[in-house]
């Protein structure tokens, strides 16, 4: 979640309450079709392109909420979970933070956010 004030920049929310003005997504269409289930612990009963139609259900009331989405890039490197964002980075008013991921198959995620955030202008 991040916001913009008339008076300087403040680049994120300490509220998991407050209207989202902007939020970083990857699609799961692009990230989820090849997951393995038991690879990435999703239980027998994964289906990607269930997860996919919901996730662009919530693309779409995202969007009706008026927040403006920042995309990560979408490449075949195999990232099914890449679609959780709250997880790899931390937003503060200054800032991202880049977190370490502890699950092994998450451990090059944190670098798509620190590489979209260079993108946006936001400091890390």
Known sequence: ???????GKAYGSQSMAGPLQRVLMRSAASAMPR???????????FDPQK????HQALTTLVLASG????????TDDGLADSVFTHDPSLMTDHG?????????LRLAEPGLHEAAY???GVPI
Do not use: C, N
């Not at 997860?51 to 919901?54: C, D, F, L, M, V």
């Not at 927040?67 to 979408?74: K, Y």
């Open 67 to 74: 927040a403006e989405i920042e995309w990560l890039t979408d």
């Open 51 to 54: 997860a996919a139609a919901q």
């Open 35 to 45: 997951a393995k289930a038991s690879e990435w612990h999703y239980g027998p009963g």
């Open 96 to 104: 991202a933070i880049i977190l370490a991921m502890g699950k092994a």
């Open 1 to 7: 979640m991040f916001q913009e004030q008339l008076v």
């Open 118 to 120: 260079k993108r946006m």
